[in-house]
């Protein structure tokens, strides 16, 4: 089994060169078409046209486009990925420091949309056919219709504002440090052996996770109740019951494993499109993550940061999905044998 | 349910924890959980004659678990964040200073935090008078050729080096004129020389009158930076660990997140009365209103003007206070603007009044020029009316009236000040009462300079400019200074009546001309100011602080009473 998930991941890392070196291409295309200049914006407000030319020039940003895109792919391949306009700082190494909270963010996150989503995925299946099962539905449509910046506003003004349970301004209580060793808090605090930031980085972590969660976990509860009605069919459940096993037992033993799959490729999916939804929940919370430098970048018309931070989504998309398929192939074994 | 002890005796028992609370033992006790897991949520001190013990359970050692995770997360740090100590003080602030050189941008929002690390050779009282700082003493020549200045010999950077006039050099001539692309490389552009006397002493040379050196030492940027600490680390160490001379020292960074200020005990000045100031970034203004509301934070600003009120009816200290900010419209010269009879019916068309109570609460003051009451180009005595009639007979005079509407472009940003689009639509709908039909378009705050140089900016733009100083020049010597790209105005009478005033050195003669220019340019339409912007705060009641007239929020003022 590790050679079969070994040569998926040699497999996919072969594939990723071109799905990135296309997706740097549309960036900079993109990114060079919009009606803004670089050079001008990386200068004082007072520069004059002679200082923003020089500039312009410097910056490659005279030559034709193919070469300006060869002149960054070879900086990037060096680890330049250019300067940030608004902090004047290296965009790599902006992206690296905010990198690991949005990470742990949206893990944290995943975890509470697969908690959900499965848990309400067979309590949804379970009353099927009762007078619950409307219910049921209309959570889940209700769960499915918010945002998860919507969600973001009501857990703060209800478990923040109003009931003064959680708080949800940036990643630790404003008097304790955050050590950095990883970057991801969590971990780092337990490195440091401080409980007390740990407890307190759980604390501040709960209320943007289940936001995303929340707004993440419909979509699994909708793709597990659709597979296990499709498993339900199967003659190996109605051999189960013949051999007088509880409805219970056949649920969570025989069906949900089988349909779990579907749902676990969902989950993948969702993973990228929950690790963009971070942007909105990053700024609402004050999380020092990565959407909330994209949100600064795209309103500074940071061009070189957006493209680092769009490159990077997309490394992360990619690492996620291998992830996901290597755990498709562990729990399926008619993968493993071919 | 099981109750194994009674719910009155855990309540004196359990010290530091609401009983009835969300997770307290008593909610415990009431979803029928075992003693084990009481404890768990908090009653640690409960006498154990109270308690029926039973053995553990799988499902009590479960309980437990979850009992103790939720326990932790809930009590300890949550606990501390509500109780804040008198040592310490939290801040909801907009904006992260961007890089902690302070020299390198000019970030008006991010002056006060800079003002807590570094320090300014000159600063400002309450009321923006000029008043010694590093500097014991300045001079200016009277041709505004050189400047004679004296530092302090008592200031000691936090790294325990001495501030000398090397620094002061450093910051002001080596610095900006290195090639390292800084801002104050504009604003001290015409210093030629720095000509070191003594470590104490120092002139500064210029290569033209330099009438607002001394305002400019108190502006934006003009913050003394160590010349051997960055010299012998290197600007990325300095931008790690900044080292200044202000009365806090930086304690810990965290990009976006968060700000947390040490007290500097060696400080040369009056020492800062909390401890330990941290500053959460919180751009969202919703955020902010929650987080002051939850007591995450004790102090915040630019809040929605409407929340003001209402915090002030729940027991906090809430005011709009006016700063040296100024609303206004940046207009071309040319395009339908070229007629001067449009660009002043434009002008009497705005209700300013209405504009100041729609969106600001009615406490934003209604300009007639760019200065704010009490700054030296202010005109008192001078109003510019707002008269609909006499926009229209304006109008017609150049032969358009409501059924024949002259077409302009106006431009606004969305977000960049409080209320900025929903006054440029506001502003669209006086003007189409009179006759000007106006195309509005939104752009972002970073492409104004741009758009202006490239001369693609429309007839009129709404446009916000802070000043701390409240000097004039900062106003409209910059304003309508055809050669910066801050004025959209590129007329050439205006451009040399501006020219000209940057090179008065004499202070009263300068601020005659400013005020007289000021005239001129509203009764010549060449701009349109709207109104002084105000400054939302919210804080506890029990933490003072001083008031700016430019709205500055220092942390070092901050005070528990």
Avoid at chain 1, 188 to 210: E, K, N, Y
Avoid at chain 1, 241 to 261: Q, V, Y
Avoid at chain 2, 206 to 225: E, R, Y
Wanted: contains cysteine; neutral net charge; proline residues 6%.
């Amino acid at each position: 089994m590790i050679g079969i998930v070994g040569k998926l991941i040699a497999r996919r890392l072969v594939t990723a060169v071109p799905i990135l070196l296309a997706v740097s291409v549309l960036l900079f295309c993109v990114l060079r078409a919009l009606p803004v200049d670089p050079a001008a914006m990386s200068l004082p407000p007072s520069a004059t046209l002679e200082e923003i030319e020089a500039k312009r020039h410097e910056m490659g940003l005279d030559r034709p486009l193919p070469e300006q895109y060869l002149i960054w792919l070879v900086d990037a391949l060096h680890g330049d990925f250019g300067r940030s306009i608004q902090f004047r700082r290296d965009s790599g190494s902006l992206v690296a420091t905010t990198l690991p909270a949005t990470i742990q963010l949206a893990l944290a996150a995943m975890v509470i949309a697969a908690i959900l989503g499965i848990g309400g995925g067979l309590l949804m299946f379970r009353v099927r056919g009762t007078v619950l099962e409307p219910l049921t539905d209309l959570v889940s449509i209700l769960l499915l219709s918010i945002p998860e910046f919507l969600w973001g506003l009501i857990l703060l003004f209800v478990f923040g504002v109003m009931l003064h349970l959680l708080p949800f301004t940036g990643q630790v209580a404003p008097d304790l440090p955050a050590p950095r060793i990883t970057g991801f808090l969590l971990i780092d605090s337990l490195l440091s052996g401080r409980l007390d930031i740990f407890l307190s980085a759980c604390q501040h972590l709960i209320l943007p996770a289940v936001a995303l969660g929340l707004a993440f976990s419909p979509t699994i509860m909708r793709v597990l109740r659709s597979s296990l009605f499709d498993v339900y069919h199967e003659d190996y459940i109605q051999q189960a019951r013949l051999r007088g096993l509880s409805e219970g037992h056949i649920l969570i033993k025989h069906a949900f494993k089988n349909a779990s799959l579907p749902t676990l490729t969902l989950a993948g999916v969702q993973f990228g499109i929950l690790f963009s939804g971070t942007l909105l929940v990053e700024v609402i919370y004050s999380y020092p993550g990565m959407g909330n430098l994209m949100v600064d970048a795209v309103r500074n018309a940071d061009l070189p940061l957006i493209q680092t931070i769009g490159l990077t989504y997309c490394v992360v998309v990619l690492m996620i999905n291998t992830v996901i398929d290597s755990l498709y192939v562990v729990l399926n074994p008619k993968l493993r044998v071919r | 349910m099981r109750r194994f002890c009674k719910v009155e005796s855990l309540r004196t028992a359990t010290e530091g924890i609401d009983p009835k609370g969300f997770f307290g033992p008593r909610w415990a006790l009431d979803r029928g959980c075992d003693y084990q897991v009481v404890r768990a949520f908090g009653a640690a001190n409960v006498l154990e004659e109270q308690i029926m013990a039973r053995p553990l359970r799988r499902r009590s050692v479960l309980q437990i678990a979850a009992g103790a995770a939720v326990a932790g997360i809930y009590s300890t740090p949550m606990r501390r964040a509500f109780a804040a100590a008198k040592e310490t003080a939290t801040i909801g602030w907009p904006n992260d200073v961007g890089s902690w050189d302070p020299n390198q941008r000019f970030t008006p929002d991010a002056q006060a935090i800079f003002k807590a690390v570094f320090d300014q050779p000159i600063d400002q009282d309450p009321q923006l008078n000029l008043i010694p700082h590093l500097l014991k003493s300045w001079s200016l020549a009277a041709d505004g050729l050189s400047m004679a200045v004296e530092l302090r010999d008592d200031v000691t950077f936090h790294d325990g080096s001495h501030m000398t006039t090397e620094d002061f050099r450093y910051t002001f001539f080596e610095r900006p004129k290195s090639g390292i692309k800084l801002d104050t490389a504009n604003s001290w552009r015409k210093v030629q020389d720095i000509v070191i006397e003594s470590p104490t002493k120092a002139t500064m040379k210029f290569s033209s009158p330099a009438p607002t050196a001394p305002q400019w030492l108190a502006f934006l940027g003009s913050f003394v930076v160590p010349k051997q600490y960055i010299e012998a680390g290197g600007l990325e160490n300095f931008l790690k660990k900044p080292v200044g001379t202000g009365p806090y020292k930086l304690a810990e960074y965290e990009l976006n997140s968060r700000i947390v200020l040490e007290r500097n005990d060696n400080y040369w000045g009056p020492k800062a009365k909390i401890g330990r100031v941290t500053i959460e970034i919180i751009k969202d203004p919703s955020a902010r209103v929650a987080a002051i509301q939850s007591g995450e934070v004790d102090w915040t600003v630019n809040v929605p003007v409407r929340e003001v009120q209402r915090f002030k009816e729940a027991g906090y200290a809430a005011v709009l206070e006016p700063i040296t900010r100024v609303v206004l419209l940046q207009v071309r010269n040319d395009l339908a603007f070229a007629d001067k009879n449009v660009r002043l019916a434009a002008h009497h068309a705005i209700d300013k009044a209405a504009l100041s109570k729609a969106f600001y609460g009615g406490a934003a003051v209604p300009l007639s020029v760019v200065a704010t009451p009490g700054t030296p180009g202010y005109l008192p005595d001078f109003t510019f009316s707002y008269d609909p009639e006499l926009a229209k007979q304006y109008l017609v005079k150049s032969n358009f009236g409501p059924g024949n509407p002259v077409k302009i472009g106006f431009a606004a940003t969305n977000g960049q000040f409080p209320s900025d689009y929903d006054m440029a639509r506001a502003i669209v709908q006086m003007w189409k009462r009179v006759g000007i039909e106006a195309n509005l378009e939104v752009i972002e705050y970073a492409k104004y300079f741009e758009l202006n140089r490239a001369v693609k900016l429309p007839e009129a733009t709404l446009y916000s400019w802070d000043n701390a100083t409240g000097d004039p020049e900062l106003y409209t010597g910059y304003l309508l200074n055809p050669k910066l790209p801050f004025s959209a105005w590129k007329g050439e009478e205006i451009g040399q009546k501006v020219l000209q005033l940057l090179n008065v050195a004499d202070y009263d003669a300068r601020i005659a001309g400013y005020r007289e220019l000021n005239r001129f340019t509203i009764e010549d339409g060449a701009t349109i100011p709207l109104l002084q912007s105000v400054l939302t705060v919210v804080h506890k009641k029990n933490l003072a602080y001083t008031e700016y007239a430019n709205g500055w929020m220092l942390a070092q003022t901050l005070q528990w009473s």
